[in-house]
């Protein structure tokens, strides 16, 4: 990991300094501890207010230093969304892990059948019989599945009820594989901005589920495990009462496609902006514009632009002007940056910004206090 050593040795010696946040090489990645404490605490405390288990969503975070403080606070495990990333967790000592996209290469079952020798605790999707088949003869082990319910975005999952009925029939009959209930996540309807309307999205979608539920029920496979939900959907989701496990992920560091929404029907968003990237002024010889060393290989861009959330006039915006570079103007095109300055965005999608970086710095009142490894950065298999 040669790019975690230099970000290692770039920073070491600014940990626990004064202000040593301020002299870290930019562009860099910044978590702030305190507020991702407090919105990792907010939402153990109400998924266990209402009953429900968390298994957060590894894929937002990729890190085993904050997995292991998900779980320290309550959870009973983590999800992946790739082999890659459950094998780099479970090397740092991850011992629960669900796989929410179906394995069905010959290699991927093979690595699959050693983590599941390896860890306490593995589970993984299923939603065609074929792959079925090949799991029940690749384990050398009882391995427990769960069959993904396509919420009609038709990525992955069974389309209807008859067909999880079937695979609950083949897996009764397999050799090694537990059949222990349902996954259905609702991605499409995670951003819906306006509550209300990602509240009726959500209902439809969970009278579906429960139409599921109810057919396996009727033929005594009662699913054990129901889980799903996302961090847009948890507060829905809660009052709904299907779920047994929420997936949620992106609580823990927020971005601007959730602040954008309505995440609760009334009062102030439960989290706040934890994660930024962190850049530079390199360029100011347009009047009211800066020119800042954050483009392309440092935000992610599936998610649109990132928000300034300092150094710079409120309402200032940003424009990504190439791999290496992005503008931010004042609105008023008045104000005058200096060579060097600061500048705080808020990441517009979390997730594969996340995996552009091999560490985050964790900072607290403006000290750097820790660098944690991006674990499972860029495991895309």
Known sequence: MVSMLDDLRLHRGLIGQPDSSLRLNTPVL??????????????????RSCGVQLR??????????IAQRQIAAGAI??????????????????????LTSPVVTAPGMARLAALNERIDELLVVIDHPDNLLA????????????IDVDPGIHRTGVTSAQA???????????????????????GMQQHVAAFQERQAQITERTAYLRSVIDLLVQHGAAPLIVTGSGT????????????????????????????ECE????????????????????SVNTPGMATIDAGFKALATDGGAPVVVSGAPAATEYFFMGDEHGAIVDPA??????????????????DPTVNLYDALHVVHQGALEDIWPVTARGRSR
């Open 30 to 47: 910044v978590l702030e501890r305190a507020v991702f404490e407090r919105n990792l605490q907010r939402m153990a405390d109400f998924a």
């Open 56 to 65: 957060p969503h590894a894929k937002t975070h990729k890190s085993a230093h």
């Open 77 to 98: 495990g983590v999800c992946c969304a790739k082999l890659g990333e459950a094998e780099a967790l479970a090397e740092q000592g991850i011992n629960s892990i669900l």
């Open 135 to 146: 799991l029940d003869a690749a384990m050398d082990r009882a391995l427990k599945v769960l």
């Open 164 to 186: 999880a009925l079937d695979l609950v029939a083949g897996l009764r009959n397999s050799q090694r594989l537990v059949y222990s209930g349902l996954q259905m996540y609702c």
């Open 232 to 259: 847009g959907s948890h507060r829905i989701d809660a009052a709904l009462a299907v779920f047994t496990e929420w997936q949620v992920g992106s609580y823990l560091f927020m971005d601007r496609q959730y602040a």
């Open 263 to 282: 995440l609760t029907d009334a009062g102030p968003a439960p989290f706040d902006y934890s994660l930024f990237v962190e850049a530079s002024v390199v």
């Open 333 to 350: 095109r008045s104000h005058v940056w200096s060579l060097g300055d600061r500048v705080r965005l808020a990441v517009p999608h979390c």
